[in-house]
């Protein structure tokens, strides 16, 4: 014979806490997401220098200098990653 549980209360309590994970995860995605983002528009203006400069054989010097300043921001974005 099977008894009910004591507690008539714990289906609605089990519903309220897995609603509430449920809610902390999908808030948990959001923010990543949204640092993903904002870390892929970082390497997309990176990646915008590093092509401008290597199409302007002009500036030998400057060159080399912003070829290393998009390649540390760079590093620097995909290390928060």
């Given at each position: ?24 995860l ?6 990543r ?8 528009d ?40």
């Amino acid at each position: 014979m099977m008894f009910e549980p004591l507690d008539m209360q714990f289906q609605k309590r089990m519903d309220l806490h897995r609603a509430a994970r449920l809610s902390m995860l999908r808030n948990r995605v959001v923010k990543r997401m949204d640092k993903v983002a904002h870390s892929v528009d970082e390497v997309e203006q990176a990646v915008a220098v590093l092509v401008e400069t290597a199409n302007r054989p002009d500036l030998p010097y400057a060159r080399d200098l912003q070829i290393a300043l998009a390649r540390q921001a760079l590093r620097r974005t995909c290390a928060r990653a």
